[in-house]
């Protein structure tokens, strides 16, 4: 029903009486009674202090009639079905050869509970209190005895029709109120089922979390005791994952989480646990595990299910993971212990290789403690002047002079002797500390090669490795720029080499950052060039000075047919873009001879020189080259003239 007070509301009344004539004076009254209906209206709002309400909103009463208590309850039920049920019910006790006015009325109640009802009657074979008895005292009767003036009939009609709109917008009103709990509550126990997973769970790959990891291995340990049942525990590291998220991204990287986890669960029963544990960690609960054979062959099913490509921007990804085993009760009594061994066991899988699975063994905690005592210690390796350069010369490949060197860094610990950066670079680059430790480097080979230039030797450019994590954080221009001022060097005397996985993982933003340093003056070199997917376009584009062929395909240059032609392909590639190449990784005098047949600029190795102190490097060049040498600087010179005509 409408709750306009501005509008006209029809109200449905139903005549229940077995006297036609009956049926006539109720039309007469209530039908017609419009205008009497104003007077009781004008006469409640004296009463009551009301506000009187325009004639437009006095109710309009629309009848039906029935002239026995069954035709009464069909109409009833019609009116239902209708969807507009009747606010009111005038009702005679006496309706031969039917049902009595008593029998209709709790007949109509049973279909409609909210009628109103007016006992209408001049005879009646109840009492009061018979009527009390079997209807019970109800706000919703009225007994007026016939015969009756027709104010009281419009007395009832109004008054029990407007308690009947009233109880209807009320529960209309608590229904909407019900719905509204009803969805808000709906919506906090999702969000509360939401935040207990998130609790849980991780975020990335829903798997189990640490909290939820704990919790299994407690009941696995309680079961495991019970029943006199071992179980085992795997500790799942991807190998070399961060070169995934250095070269594609950190999206790409979740993706391939994702994907390992769908694997993950792929190799275990439904009964085990795969629980991500850390950003490229997974820990496997096989409860119960029925001997070392069993788990360790989960292991190998393991790496052979993640070996398997993974499709990413055009390239097919392969990746592998050192697997850890430990086993309850005999390697770790408690959830704590079982996890430290099996990480102890993971790390020694890293040292044998990587790409395979080892079971714990009381020696190996002491590798895990190595490994955390070293990744200490680099900690204070810069802060104790513990890092140094060491610098391997770039050979001009016709003529043998010495045109740059590349800057290598070495870890001098005071009882670790000398550290090679295989051994540390990949521990900075999983704790952090390679952003600082780039940054000495930059600085350390620019103030060098100053000191150099002061010291009379000949003009040379030194090279420095950047490595793609620090790239990717945005800063470089600037670590170069402070770098430069720092030492009051000549840009043209510095190159940055970057791996080629780096600047192709973001071609536009690589580009804008390329762009800077070649304005400045500091010449580029794609490091590892052939091992990554650049594309010739952006490589065009690109301000890059040199190519740098990627030490794998020298290894095998005078035996590999297949190498030879890629060397061959890519020296022919880089000259056609006017750039110089580079070869890294020369040992034998068989290899140079081919590089200079097929017109490499550049050459370094073993075979002409390793990696020196700056003190060995400055008598090298000493005696290599006259003082009054100027050659390197004009080559420097020659380099960016290309810029100019590219630009």
Known sequence: MSADANSI???????????????????????????????????????????????????????????????????????????????????????????????TIERLWERDPGVQIVICSAHSDYDWRDIVARLGLSDKLLIPKKP????????????????WQHERTLQAHVESLEQVITARTEKLEAANLQLRHLATHDALTALPNRVLLD??????????????????????????????????????????????????????????????????EFVLVISPSASRADAEDIGKRTNEALSAPIQMAGVDLHISSSIGIAFYPSDGGTAESLLAHADSAMYCAKERGRNNHQSYAPDMKSVALERVSLESE?????????????????????????????????????QR??????????????????HEIGAWVLREACRQCTA??????????????????????????ELVRNALQDAQ???????????????????????AVLEQLSRMGVLVSVDDFGTGYSSMSYLRRFPIDKLKIDRSFITDLA????????????????????????????????????????????????????????SEFVELVRSWQKPEDRSAADEAARTHSKLAVLR
């Open 9 to 103: 509301e029809e109200i449905r009344i139903l005549i229940a009486d077995d006297n036609l004539a009956i049926h006539e004076d109720f039309r007469r009254i209530l039908a017609t009674g419009a205008d009497d209906a104003v007077s009781l209206s004008k006469v409640e709002n004296l009463l009551f202090g009301d506000t009187a309400a325009p004639r437009a909103s006095q109710p309009v009463y629309a009848l039906d009639f029935a002239q026995q208590g069954q035709q009464a309850v069909q109409s009833v039920d019609r009116a239902r079905t209708q969807g507009r049920p009747y606010a009111m019910a005038f009702v005679d006790m006496r309706m031969p050869p039917g049902w009595d006015g008593l029998e």
């Open 148 to 163: 009756f003036e027709p104010i009281e009939v419009l007395q009832c009609a109004s008054a029990l029709s407007r308690k």
């Open 215 to 280: 919790d299994r291995l407690a009941q696995a340990i309680a079961h495991a005791d019970r029943n006199a049942q071992p179980f085992a525990v795997l500790m799942v590291d991807l190998d070399r994952f961060k070169l995934i998220n250095d070269s594609f991204g950190h999206r790409s990287g979740d993706m391939v989480l994702n994907e390992v986890a769908r694997r993950l669960q792929a190799v275990v029963r439904s009964i085990d646990t795969v629980a991500r544990v850390g950003g490229d």
């Open 378 to 414: 680099l900690h204070q390796a810069l802060k104790l002047d513990q890092l140094e350069l060491y610098y391997q010369p770039k050979v001009n490949t016709a003529s043998g002079d010495i045109h740059s060197a590349e800057a290598l860094i070495r870890w001098r610990h005071p």
């Open 417 to 434: 002797g000398l550290i090679q950066p295989a051994q540390f670079i990949p521990l900075a680059e999983e704790c952090g500390l390679i």
């Open 452 to 477: 150099w230039q002061r010291a009379g030797l000949p003009f040379m450019r030194v090279a420095v490795n950047v490595a793609a994590a620090q790239f990717r954080r945005g800063n470089l221009f």
């Open 489 to 511: 060097l000549d840009p043209r005397f510095l190159e940055i080499e970057l791996t080629e996985s780096a600047v192709m993982t973001n071609p536009e933003d690589s580009a």
């Open 559 to 614: 035996t590999g047919a297949d190498d030879a032609s890629i060397v061959q392909a890519i020296v022919a590639l880089a000259h056609g873009l006017r750039l110089k190449v580079v070869a890294e990784g020369v040992e034998t005098a068989q290899q140079l001879k081919f590089l200079q047949s097929v017109g490499c600029d550049q050459y370094q190795g073993f075979h002409f020189s390793p990696p020196l102190p700056a």
